[in-house]
């Protein structure tokens, strides 16, 4: 079976360590043929912009090429069910869409965020992990209720700004924003910051945005093995006391999943949330970060966005580095050798 990259709970801290190391080398030698005469196939079902940029750039940039797939729009509707009976709009099923990819193309990449209706289907990252079951090659997540390429290109940006994160203080602070979003990045989030061994703030409004079980347990886990730490707190100021690091990020609260208009005045009444700089100046000269893209003003403001402390165009460079590495990995193609070259 092929080794897939669908969460990072999925890999030691060794391996995803390797990887970023691997991404620093690809950094300072961009051009390689790591991929020459490779293919990948990039599922978009949604939007992208540095997603699908960095995967595009980075295949050219290793001399492969990369395939870019809109299923229901430039690629026929795909059906994902077990034992479908395909009388809607879907033409094709998952099943021999994987094993034809997987003929074509040496990497399959998916991108496929949840319906926002009913949790305990989405919970179950259905797409993503039909083409990981059904394809004979490995899979990337490219955000589906996790992002685990985002948090790769996360740790690599605190790695090269304050070097070891072991016990670090680190908060991931949940923002305003008009819109309930996706909990991929809080859930990534907290899962690689805890089993990077870093002492790791929750920081959320209420009990009602807590992050999913699955990955309560998984930081809380992580943090036990890594000798870190995982608590949530809902009260700000604490929270940014002597903190090291300020990961900001909205997410919808998943008891009122799909009742969006339920949630509104809850998540109205929490605008103060947003990252300031008299929250920033309790902390320890924080750096801060954001996955992009970012309301300037709603989740933060201008002037902890264009601080000097701020990652946030530093860790969507990474995104590039961190990808190359995965893709030449999952051929294997190791960018190792580069290490000693470039030092």
């Not at 264009?306 to 190359?324: C, G, I, W």
Request: hydrophobic content about 45%; some cysteine.
């Amino acid at each position: 079976m092929p080794k897939h990259f669908i969460t990072t709970q999925g890999w030691t801290r060794d391996e995803l360590q390797t990887l970023i190391d691997e991404a620093c080398a690809l950094r300072l030698a961009p051009i390689q043929p790591l991929l020459a005469g490779k293919t990948v196939a990039l599922l978009f079902f949604n939007p992208s912009l540095r997603t699908r940029t960095s995967f595009e750039v980075g295949a050219w940039q290793l001399g492969g090429h990369a395939v870019v797939l809109e299923p229901g729009k430039a690629a026929w509707p795909i059906a994902f069910d077990d034992g479908a009976r395909m009388d809607g709009i879907e033409e094709e099923h998952v099943r021999e869409v994987a094993r034809v990819l997987s003929r074509y193309c040496d990497i399959i990449a998916v991108r496929c965020f949840p319906k926002f209706v009913d949790w305990t289907i989405d919970r179950q990252d259905r797409v993503v992990r039909a083409f990981a079951r059904h394809a004979t090659v490995p899979v990337i997540n490219m955000e589906t209720i996790e992002h685990p390429c985002q948090e790769l290109a996360h740790i690599m940006a605190l790695q090269q700004r304050l070097g070891g994160l072991q016990g670090r203080k680190y908060v991931l602070t949940w923002t305003y924003h008009p819109k309930p979003l996706n909990t991929a990045v809080a859930n990534s989030a907290a899962m690689i910051a805890t089993k990077f061994g870093m002492d790791v703030t929750l920081l959320c409004p209420s009990e009602d945005y807590r992050l999913d079980e699955r990955y309560m347990q998984a930081a809380a886990d992580n943090a036990h093995a890594s000798g870190g730490s995982f608590r949530v707190s809902h009260d700000i100021n604490a929270s940014y006391d002597g903190a090291e690091i300020v990961y900001a990020k909205s997410w919808g609260a998943l008891p009122y999943f799909g009742r969006w208009e339920e949630e509104k005045p809850i998540r109205d009444a929490h605008r103060h949330f947003i990252v300031d700089e008299a929250k920033m100046a309790r902390t320890a000269k924080a750096v801060f970060s954001h996955c992009l893209p970012a309301r300037r003003n709603i989740k933060a403001t201008d002037a902890v966005m264009d601080a000097p402390t701020s990652l946030v165009v530093d860790e969507a460079e990474n995104r590039l580095h961190v990808q190359k590495a995965l893709l030449a990995h999952l051929v294997g193609a190791h960018a190792a050798p580069l290490l000693e070259a470039v030092h």
